[in-house]
């Protein structure tokens, strides 16, 4: 493990250009919830800075980190102290952020032992949809934050990490989580993986439904004036666009319709409660909103009729 210092955000950010962090990792399995690998994969070869946007609870959690760190380590008698530093495995290209270091007393009782305490802020929906808890023991987190423990274990060789989440703003849950080799072999080998793949330009597929909003990014400029000629491929794809658009507009017709006659039904009521349904019809008032729009490419695809002697 080689220790990095920073003293700004700007600072941090370019040491984790050079790694697949662990909050990246899971890209590279196909169980990040926030990027896909052919994504990633774009970012760090052209050396785009990757800034996940926070939620309300991500920023909730951000300033209530220091309190569940320091309220986990009063319930069970450890000590906690912040872990701000970045840390790299130069020789695979791998690096981490962290939330604090904990020490906590040996099996002998005669000495303290360090560790990770990784903190999570977490929605009770959330947790209760996709955490793993049976007979209300809490077994296992998602997969990418499982994968960011394991991650962080091999960066810093530490013998343990604890996973403590704040549970809908009143309840707290601890796992306890050592390195597991198999998985830590399996994200050195993907992480080379990865890093080989950018060096000899060997693109992964993308996944058109999840890479669709960044694949819109990275096509985001027409040259002036170029026109290229049809293939059979791209008529197959003119079918399928034209064919789900069709689809889409019929649906939204269907939608619009029904949304009217239900407003004829409910009048001015804000609120309708059902033992099936709910329907909530507020107003919202007006706002004047002053923003400048991004640039972006007017897409637009026409499928030509066949007229009567076949020719199109």
């Known amino acids: 493990m080689k220790i990095h210092k920073f003293k700004t955000k700007d600072q941090w950010l370019n040491l984790r250009l050079q790694d697949v962090t662990s909050t990246e990792v899971s890209a590279l399995f196909g169980l ?3 990027m896909t690998e052919f994504e990633l994969w774009h970012r760090k070869k052209n050396k785009e800075i990757v800034i996940l946007e926070d939620n309300e609870r991500m ?23 912040p872990f701000k530093d970045y840390a790299r495995h130069d020789t695979i290209r791998a690096g981490s952020s962290f939330d604090y270091m904990v020490a906590i007393p040996n099996e002998a009782g005669d000495s303290m032992i360090e560790g990770l305490l990784e903190i999570k802020n977490v929605d009770s929906l959330q947790f209760r949809n996709k955490w793993i808890i049976e007979d ?11 994968l960011q423990c ?28 050592t390195p597991d080799e198999k998985i830590i072999s399996a994200m050195k080998s993907k992480i ?5 793949s950018i060096e000899h330009n060997i693109e992964p597929s993308p996944d058109f ?10 096509y985001g400029y027409a040259e002036p004036g170029k026109v290229i000629d049809g293939t059979d491929e791209i008529e197959k794809l003119v079918v399928k666009y034209t064919e789900a ?4 507009k019929a649906s939204d017709q269907i939608k619009m319709a029904a949304k009217a006659e239900l407003l004829t039904k409910i009048g001015d009521a804000e609120k309708v409660y059902s033992d099936k349904y709910t329907i909530s019809a507020g107003v919202t008032g007006p706002v004047q909103m002053n923003y400048e729009r991004k640039g972006f490419r007017n897409f637009r695809v026409y499928l030509k ?8």
């Open 32 to 34: 990040s919830p926030y």
């Open 59 to 81: 920023t909730w959690g951000t300033r209530l980190e220091q309190a569940i760190a320091e309220g986990i380590a009063d319930d069970n008698s450890w000590l906690v102290h």
């Open 136 to 146: 209300g023991k809490v077994i296992e987190a998602p997969p990418h934050i499982e």
């Open 150 to 177: 394991q991650h962080q274990l091999m960066i810093t060789g530490y013998p343990f990490l604890y996973l403590g989440a704040l549970v809908g703003g009143n309840s707290v849950t601890i796992i306890k989580r």
């Open 192 to 196: 080379i993986k990865f890093w080989n």
């Open 209 to 218: 439904i999840k890479d669709a909003e960044y694949i819109s990014e990275i």
């Open 245 to 248: 658009a069709a689809m889409a």
């Open 305 to 312: 009729k066949e007229k009567p002697n076949g020719k199109g």
